[in-house]
């Protein structure tokens, strides 16, 4: 046999043991055939399957549109002709056309169609609201309820809605006492136009009226106590009465937590409800459990070594051995606590408590397990949310820097500060994790607020009675930033003002940070004119021209110091032929040329409107002599006012003002465009403007004086956030000799009044009544002040 023969039947022989084992193999484990072929075959088999398995979307059809066209609703679905047809994009397509909110009913089909699928959409729309009508009602005009209800005119109608709609209006009746009142809609719809009208069917009922109000079981508090912490009242005099069954749910919960805050851990309160004489009258009764008093007995504190036991029991305001227990109370000292850890840098500090209560004793044992956590340092400091202001602005008033450990009293500081600046309306801080567990960034976020503004308009005053201005101003200012001028933190102002008595033009400019140092600068040029009034108690014509120069130090956190060059030249006249010879030599024109050193203390904690915090001011000047000018003289001013705050955000301001002035050199009285005035509006409270001290014995105009003392209480408490409440008392004199000062002869007034925020400016209404006699005045009356001003 050749060997060709031999190759020949060797590979006969294995083809049929291989054809073999595979019929074997296929009768044994048939249902595995498949997956034992070679995987070219599997994936070349299970793509011919697919190909055979797929369609494509040949047509797409809608069918139930009325009002909704054809292109409208292709546009709201995935599904397009020439694509392959895919379940999942037909089940998305009728989410979103049920999402329209047009369609009650959506449902699609397909059908066999040129080789490929016909899609078709099968549309139920709803109906659209042509008319909403009401039944006749007494409490509630029907305009006042379609604007509550959601369901509109030309829109689709939504069942949904329509019922949330129902609950809507019956709330309306509720909260008029008519919680009987019963709503039904009548749906009529066109089924040709698939128009819709709706009638709501409003049976309004009775309101239910509150005769009696008892309250029953208060024995620890009277029964007025009671009713000041719920809403519901009796029939009255000055109340309805009318019943909000809503409202006496929630005087429930109300009792019990007035209960809670004075240790009645355990009270109770219900009520029940009884016809009084007639229908539609009830008698409401409230029955209370008040249950045994708790009183704090042993305060345990455990895991605390940085704070001791007594630094923490004086952090804590109101939980005291032997105090009411209140868990409100509570949870405020314990904020407390950890904020008397934040400020030592602890910011991980937690405080858990845990209570014992004993029914025997009322006492509640309390246990304070404190975790101290870990001395935490700043890594870094962030700035955010600054889109104008340069980042140096805000970072040269942060009282922390990289390095420091975490202080509450400095970030406090800071955000102060801030909001002193008058260039955000929020300020708020965040802490950011680093790689290392004791370090954390600190993220400063500020949200600006509108720093420039070109404003114009008028006013009206008791002092410079009517008052017309224009002014360009800009307090946060960037001459470098070019064409924005914004962002630097400095201050520029324009300003024209014109009115029946004056006329003034100034410009103003200050930069806070001479090269980012803490020294301010700036200048002032003005030009200022005051027509003869002797109602605000100028005898005479005045005109000023002048300018100044200001340095000012930041010599510590609450210290600032400054210095002020002025030169003005002053011009009188006008003066009336019958003066004294003390007004007729002040005519004519002088020069003033004055250096002034000023020291201030300012802990207020806000400079805008302060509630708590000390201001003093001490400024001496000394005019003439070698700074040249017409005139020389020396002056001390002094100022104080302490803020004080009281319940219901209301602050208490204390003040006093005194001032002393002499001359020297060739001059032999202070002028009187120099010299101090008392009374009126900005002084003492119940007198004509400048009338409080020396007058001219013949004409009774004020002449002014060398010495000052002025005092003021005011006390102010918000009514809404844009109404404050003022109460006040003026008291001082003024004395025509430096040392005649404090000899007595005071003017003090009292009165009352109101300071409202409106969108173009603020204004203030005082009443003030003299309690001593006017000088020039044979009897006392009050005095109305009213001012209206641009900022507040």
């Given amino acids: ?22 019929a074997w193999a296929q009768g044994n484990e048939s249902d595995t055939s498949f997956q034992d072929q070679m995987p070219e075959d599997r994936d070349l088999k299970e793509g011919l399957t697919r190909e055979s398995s797929r369609k494509i979307v040949k047509a797409i059809e809608v069918e139930g549109n009325k009002t909704i066209s054809i292109s409208v609703i292709l546009a709201k679905i995935k599904s397009r002709v020439g694509q392959e047809y895919l379940q999942n994009v037909i089940s998305d397509d009728i989410k979103r056309l049920y999402n329209t909110g047009s369609f009650s009913d959506v449902k699609v089909d397909r059908k066999d169609y040129e080789g490929g699928f016909k899609v ?25 309820l379609v604007n509550k209800i959601k369901t509109k005119k030309e829109k689709f109608l939504d069942p949904k809605t329509l019922k949330e709609d129902v609950k809507t209006i019956q709330e309306m009746y509720a909260k008029k006492g008519l919680s009987s009142a019963t709503v039904e809609v009548e749906t009529f719809t066109d089924e040709v136009t698939n128009k819709a009208s709706l009638h709501f069917v409003i049976q309004e009922g009775r309101r239910t ?20 912490v719920i809403k519901t009242r009796a029939d009255s005099l000055f109340t309805s009465g009318y019943l909000k069954e809503e409202i006496l749910k929630e005087d429930m919960d109300r009792i019990v937590a007035f209960y809670g805050q004075n240790g009645f851990i355990d009270a109770k309160a219900s009520y029940t409800m009884e016809e009084f004489k007639s229908p539609g ?56 606590v950890r904020t008397a850890y934040f400020d030592r840098g602890y910011i991980f500090a937690d405080v858990k408590e845990s209570t014992s209560l004993s029914p025997e004793t009322g006492k509640v044992e309390l246990r304070l397990d404190i975790d101290e956590g870990e001395l935490a340092y ?8 600054n889109t104008r202001t340069r980042d140096i602005v805000v970072r040269r008033e942060i009282r922390l820097y990289p390095g420091d450990r ?13 909001k002193n600046l008058g260039y955000f309306e929020d300020v708020s801080y965040d802490i950011e994790d680093t790689e290392h567990p004791d370090r954390k960034n600190l993220v400063v976020q500020v949200k600006e607020m509108k720093t420039g ?3 114009f308009g008028g006013g009206y005053s008791t002092i410079d009675q009517i008052v017309g201005f224009i002014e360009i101003e800009q307090r946060n200012f960037d001459f470098t930033n070019w064409p924005m001028f914004t962002g630097g933190g400095q201050h520029l102002s324009l300003r024209a003002e014109t009115g029946s008595l004056r006329n003034d033009l100034r410009l103003s400019f200050t930069e806070p940070w001479i090269f980012d140092y803490p020294v301010s600068g700036g200048f002032d040029a003005y030009r200022m004119e005051r027509d003869r009034e002797r109602d605000v108690g100028y005898a005479y014509d005045e005109k000023r021209v002048g300018g100044n120069l200001r340095l000012g130090k930041e010599i510590s956190e609450y210290l600032s110091g400054g210095i002020t060059y002025r030169r003005e030249r002053i011009t009188i006249g006008d003066l009336e032929s019958d003066v004294s010879t003390d007004l007729a030599k002040e005519a004519g024109q002088n020069t003033v040329s004055d250096m002034a050193f000023s020291l201030t203390r300012d802990t207020r904690d806000n400079v805008f409107s302060p509630t708590k915090g000390l201001l003093l001011t001490g400024t001496f000047d000394v005019a003439g002599g070698a700074l040249g000018g017409d005139k020389d003289f020396v002056r001390f001013q002094d100022k104080m006012s302490v803020n004080v705050p009281f319940q219901w955000n209301s602050v208490m301001e204390f003040s006093v003002r005194m001032g002393f002035m002499d001359t020297y050199g060739d001059s032999d009285t202070v002028p009187i465009f120099e ?4 009374g009126g509006a900005r002084t003492i409270r119940g007198y004509d403007e400048r009338k409080v001290g020396p007058i001219d014995p013949v004409t009774e105009d004020p002449l002014g004086g060398e010495s000052l003392l002025v005092g003021n209480v005011e006390y102010t408490i918000p009514v809404i956030d844009f109404v404050k409440l003022a109460a006040f008392f003026d008291t001082g004199n003024v004395w025509a000799r430096l040392d005649e000062f404090g000899s007595g002869n005071f003017k003090s007034g009292a009165g009352l009044g109101l300071r409202v925020k409106t969108p173009i400016g603020p204004i203030n209404l005082d009443y003030g009544y003299p309690l001593n006699e006017e000088p020039g005045e044979e009897e006392r009356s009050g005095k109305f002040y009213f001012s209206m001003s641009r900022g507040f």
């Fill in 1 to 22: 046999m050749t060997s060709s023969h031999k190759i020949f039947c060797l590979i006969w022989v294995a083809s049929f043991f291989l054809s073999a084992h595979l």
């Fill in 120 to 144: 078709i959409f099968y549309l139920t729309e709803k109906p659209i609201v042509e008319e909403i009508t009401f039944s006749k009602t007494r409490h509630f005009r029907p305009r006042a």
């Fill in 209 to 228: 009226q509150i005769k009696k109000l008892n309250i029953l079981g208060n024995n620890s508090f009277p029964d007025k106590r009671i009713i000041k």
């Fill in 281 to 336: 009258r009830l008698i409401v009764s409230i029955q209370i459990e008040e249950g045994k008093r708790y009183y704090i007995g042993n305060i345990a504190i455990k895991g605390n070594k940085i704070l001791t036991t007594r630094e923490i029991l004086n952090s804590m305001e109101s939980v005291r051995v032997g105090n009411i227990f209140s868990r409100e109370k509570l949870e405020e000292d314990l904020s407390n």
């Fill in 378 to 385: 700043v890594e870094q400091v962030k700035v955010e949310g």
């Fill in 406 to 418: 975490f202080d509450g009293a400095k970030l406090r500081r800071t955000k102060e500060r801030l």
């Fill in 453 to 455: 503004s070109l404003s």
């Fill in 675 to 678: 010299r101090f005035f008392a």
